[in-house]
Structures are given as structure tokens and as C-alpha cells.
């Protein structure tokens, strides 16, 4: 129709491009875990003694104790095979996701790799040995790299105007905190014993300044195990709850990544990457990424809608029966 322009529905500006911030988050994640992985001290002892050995010794069942005892020795007698093989990986998995033709490639990779490292370096994220809580890493970074992985995959294969990964990120953020209110049952210790040992394991890997801290904290929380344990359960319920309200959502997002920040500095000491030792930063970054995730979808989405509610298609004119003279 003459004099009729449709405005055009919003493009989305870059830094809410979905899919790509999601992908490149991703792949830097990947490429700095490769990095970590070629500390000179992943070459030595420190590596098989501190880190390999963990996984397998720490309260592990004793079928899963001895499996993963196995694999610790066999990896410890090839330490500079092992660690450059896992940095050529992971700098591969980080490279693939920033090139098209390989993009697709990379993020089945990382999840097959994501799910090895989870049970062979990772001891399943210590969820069998009841000393696992959110707080201080569980269900294990692997785990959320693979979720981070698949809310990728579900935004590069749906439509742009609706990214499919939402839904998928939605119920990952929801799984996560519902997880760590279920993990402050005792199902094994009591919590004063667990908050205690989490919190002293953290204080070790701190410099001097937060160690100090981390011990206070360990002290408190054994003397109040209960009310702290209700506390931080109730916490992650709701947050687990108020995602799927459109009116909660955007808060209790922002919430959970300020808490998620705490649990970094206290409870994981920053995933240790203080301490020339730590293989990745941690669960907080990738929990971080999915909030943000959750954050900047649904304006764009919103925007996509209000734009066609203002600005419908036409409907075709209607023919008059005079036509009038040029």
C-alpha cells in the first residue's frame, strides 16, 4: 500500500546475539582450562598427588574408590603424556566452537570430554561421598559444561527470533539449586560435619587473608549447623521455584548469581586457580554464564513480540468500486 512502511522487527544488537555470547563464553572457558592444564606444576607430583589422587580417595565408595584408584596410578606414571594430551583437547574443543565448519563438532566433543573428565577426574563430583553441597562445587564443573553445551546446541539449532536454549537454561539453573537444597539433607554426616570439612578444605587452598576467614566460618557453621543448613536450603528452593514465575524470574536470576559469587571466593576458593593447581575455575563461572543466559533472553524475546503486536502484516486493500481520476 502507498505510504504504508512496516517497521522492521528489531535486529539483535551483539550483546544480545544468544547463541554466539553463549558460544564464545563457552569456547574461552574451554581455551582456559587449557591454559590451567599447562602450569608448570600439572608436569609433577603436585599434579598426580593433589589433584589426580583426590578424586579417588576422598570418601569414595569403596567399588568407585577402587576403580578410580586404578585409573589415578595408571595416569600418574604418564603426568607430562596425560597433561599435554588434556591441554591439546581442550584448547581443540575451545578453537572448534569459534569456527563454523568445526562448531558443531566441537560442541559434542565437549560434552563426551565434559562427561569423561566428570567420572574419571572429577570422581563423579563427590556426589557419592555425602560431603557434596553447591556451595562448595557439587554436582562438579564438568557436569554444567555439558549444560552449558546443550543450551549452545539448542540455541544454534532453533530459530533466531526464539531461542529454544532458554527453556533448556531455565531448567538447568532450576535442577542446579534444587540440587543444592536436596544436598543439605544428611543423608550420610551431619551437616555441622560437612559444612566444617568444606569449608576447612576451602581455607587451604586461600591466601593467607581469606584462610583466616574460611577457618571462622568453619567454626561458626559447626556450632550452627541447623539453622545455617535451613537457611541456605530454603535459599536454593526458592530459587529453584522462582524461575519458572515471569514475575520473580529476572530477581531471583540476580540473586543466585551474587550467591553464586560468595560460594566462589569462600566455599571453592575460586576454584583454586590461587594455587597452581586448579585444572578449571570452577562450577561459579558456568552457573554465572547461565544466569546471564537467563537475563538478557527474555528482553529480546519480549522485544520480538511487542514488535509484532505494533506492527502486523497488512491485509491487502480493498478494491473501491468508483476509482477516482487520475
Known sequence: ?????????????????????????????????????????MFGQGFSGNVIYNSALMYQPPGLENFLFAVARLE????????????????????????RPTRRAAIVTSIAWAALVWVLGQGLGFMATGTAMVEFGAPGSAVLYIVVALVVWADESGPRARRPGTATARIAWSGYWGLGALLHIPWHYSPAAVL????????????????????TLARAAYLNSAPVSIILASLELLLAVAVWMPVTRRWSVALGLGLTAVFWVLGQAMGGILTGLATD??????????????????????????????????????????????
Open 196 to 215: 566444617a570439612y568444606n569449608l576447612q578444605t576451602a581455607a587451604q587452598l586461600q591466601p593467607a587473608h581469606l584462610s583466616g576467614l574460611d577457618y
Open 281 to 326: 575455575p570452577g562450577t561459579a563461572p558456568l552457573v554465572a554464564v547461565l544466569g546471564i543466559r537467563l537475563l538478557t533472553s527474555r528482553p529480546w524475546e519480549a522485544a520480538v513480540s511487542s514488535s509484532r503486536l505494533a506492527n502486523p502484516a497488512p491485509s491487502a486493500p480493498a478494491r473501491s468500486a468508483h476509482p477516482t481520476s487520475p
Open 1 to 41: 500500500m502507498p505510504g504504508y512502511e512496516r517497521s522492521p522487527e528489531p535486529s539483535p544488537p551483539p550483546a544480545v546475539a544468544l547463541a554466539s555470547w553463549l558460544r564464545w563464553a563457552l569456547a574461552v572457558l574451554w581455551l582456559l582450562d587449557a591454559g590451567l592444564q599447562l602450569q608448570p606444576s
Open 76 to 99: 600418574a606414571h604418564h603426568l607430562v603424556l596425560l597433561s599435554a594430551g588434556i591441554a591439546t583437547v581442550e584448547a581443540a574443543i575451545g578453537l572448534g566452537l569459534l569456527w
